[in-house]
């Protein structure tokens, strides 16, 4: 038996309160990590890195670098999730310029930063897959390889970023990329183990 046949498809409160969290506190999450120095993976990790070398922001890189990964969005998981993505990273861009306005951190211990990090940053996503969304680029490919193959979407995230760190070790103090890391996994491990289609569908 099967519980989500009878599931009742999100209203359009329900999705917007769903986005404006998961944005929340994935904006938070990655104001822990910039605060430390700390790196990330996917998308965001390819913007936080562009920033740190070019002095640009992080909000407007990351919502430059997401832009391909629309197209791809648009033809292979449609239109509501395509613009779901596109206002979750508008916003997300958006509060990263917002946040660190108002709210200033005079000490953080990196591990227990890092763990932050990855836990708010996990919930933050599982609540925006669960309203049909994601913050664009590499969470794109993760769930339509996850809709097509089975392969968890947490796992492909995961080895693209043991990759992506790979480089960074090589930018960046190894001792803060080691930190990164930690929070990376624990983002990928709870989508692993909680983003599931056959427990919940998103409708």
């Known amino acids: 038996m099967t519980e989500h046949a009878s599931q009742p498809a999100h209203s359009l409160f329900d999705d917007l309160q769903g986005i404006s969290l998961g944005v929340f506190l994935a904006s938070i999450g990655l104001h822990l ?8 993976g996917q998308t965001a990790g390819i913007a936080v890195i562009i920033s740190y070398l070019s002095g640009y922001s992080f909000g407007l890189v990351f919502f430059l670098v997401n832009l391909p990964f629309y197209v791809l969005a648009w033809r292979r998981l449609g239109r509501a999730f395509t613009i779901k993505s596109l206002i979750s990273v508008t916003l997300l861009s958006l509060l990263t310029e917002i946040i660190p306005h108002g709210m200033v951190f005079t000490y953080l211990d990196p591990l227990l930063g890092a763990v932050t990090f990855g836990a708010l940053t996990g919930v933050a996503l599982l609540v925006l897959f669960r309203h049909n969304g994601s913050l664009g680029g590499l969470g ?21 970023d043991l990759c992506l760190f790979g480089i960074a070790f090589f930018l960046f103090d190894p001792v803060l990329v080691l930190y990164s890391l930690l929070g990376a996994v624990v983002i990928n491990v709870i989508i692993a183990i909680n983003h599931r289609r056959d427990r919940y569908v998103a409708t």
């Open 140 to 160: 794109v490919v993760a769930l339509l390889i996850q809709d097509t193959t089975g392969f968890r979407a947490g796992w492909v995230q995961l080895i693209f």
């Open 33 to 40: 990590l910039t605060t430390m120095g700390l790196i990330t």
